[in-house]
C-alpha cells in the first residue's frame, strides 16, 4: 500500500505541475483536464483510504 501511496503522491505532484504550466502558457483547456486528473487521483486517494493531508489545500484555489 505504501508504494500505491506514494505513486499517487507523485502523479499528484505532476498533474500539479502540469497545471501550473498550463496556466502559464494560458491554456484553458489543459489547465482543465489537469484539475479533472487531479481530482480523479485525489478521490481515488479517498477510496483507498490514504490520507493525502493538508499538502494539497491550496489545489482549492486553483481548480
Same mark, same amino acid.
Given at each position: !500500500? #505504501? ?7 507523485? /502523479?499528484?505532484? +505532476?498533474?500539479?505541475?502540469?497545471? /501550473? /504550466?498550463?496556466?502559464? !502558457?494560458? +491554456? +484553458? +483547456? &489543459?489547465?482543465?483536464? $489537469?484539475?479533472?486528473?487531479? $481530482?480523479? &487521483?485525489?478521490?481515488?486517494?479517498? #477510496?483507498?483510504?490514504?490520507? !493525502? ?5 491550496? &489545489?482549492?484555489?486553483?481548480?
Amino acid at each position: !500500500m #505504501r508504494e500505491f501511496a506514494l505513486t499517487l503522491h507523485l /502523479r499528484i505532484h +505532476d498533474s500539479v505541475t502540469a497545471l /501550473r /504550466r498550463a496556466h502559464a !502558457m494560458g +491554456d +484553458d +483547456d &489543459l489547465a482543465v483536464t $489537469q484539475v479533472g486528473e487531479i $481530482q480523479d &487521483l485525489v478521490e481515488i486517494a479517498a #477510496r483507498n483510504g490514504i490520507d !493525502m493531508g493538508s499538502g494539497y489545500a491550496e &489545489l482549492s484555489a486553483l481548480g
